[in-house]
């Protein structure tokens, strides 16, 4: 009862700051842009000029599967960085406006109050990112070639996962500072740091959370689930509930004063 | 002139396909501006932002989502 309280009053407030609407616009612009530049790169080369007289050379037509992939990866740049951005101040920001003060001095749990949090921003950011892959999957599917649809739908899956880890991440470094910017900070360069491990000892730590983007790929093309890519994700999921009970641990022991 | 005529040619061919891009785009930039004008306060002067939304594509409505509003009302 309580938990759907806080849900709704998160949901609630994402609406009044028009979220709802602009992260899957957002997500939906940052999906379709490599699809139609891709396409359109021929002409985009032949009007920006710069190729000499009778130049020519053929541009082969990247596989449906490859483009995708781009917009998967533009996801991990600059979706990511919206949604570190917009998580970076939701429980920091509360701490130090005040709000959080509020909300706890009454017999609110902290573990639903962390965990409330998370869930509608989980589902704001699922949502986006869904709507997003389907734009761009309609895209592919129109200018580039056939994909299937359900191989689609299970990389979105597995990609979910991914996010949610990021989520996590941004609402742990949430109770350890007040300062919505250095929670920005602390998110992007944990999630860089994690990167550049995981790719120098990329065969030791195959379970690796950030390792979830590099199986996904061949999961487009063949529609099977590797056992790695199973096993990052069972990593990654007890990776997250760790991270939102050291959230709630660090938050009870912070004492809101 | 034939430049431009060219460009009108392409765009009449891919409408169908750049339309969708074109109308999230002024999705988004109504909804940041109606966003502005209801909004009591912002983080700087509204007309800045004003300008932001309108002059800077896709960029200028999400900087002011995320920097924009203020936090205290």
Known sequence: MQWMTIYKKECLESARNYKWVWVPLVFILFCIMDPLTTYYLPQILESTGGLPEGATFDMPTPPPANVFMMSISQMNTLGVLVIALITMGT????????????????????????????????????LSIFVGLLASWYYVQLLFGDISFIYVLITTAFYGVYIIFVLSISLFMNTWTKVPGFVLFLTISILMILNIISSVFS???????TKIPSYLPSLLRSGEVETDLWFASLFTIVTIVLLLFGAIQTLKRKEIV | MLLTQNAIQFINENLAIIA?????????????LVSLIRAEATNGPKWMWVLIILFINTIGPIAYFI?????ES
């Open chain 1, 203 to 209: 065969h030791l730590l195959e379970w690796s959370p």
């Open chain 2, 20 to 32: 969708p891009l074109l109308i999230i785009q002024v999705v988004l930039m109504i909804t940041a």
């Open chain 1, 91 to 126: 429980i920091a920001g509360e701490r130090k406006s005040g709000v959080a003060e509020l909300i706890l001095v009454k017999p609110v749990s902290y573990t639903n109050y962390v965990t409330a949090k998370w869930a509608a921003h989980i589902s704001l950011v699922l």
């Open chain 2, 67 to 71: 920097f924009g509003r203020s936090h």
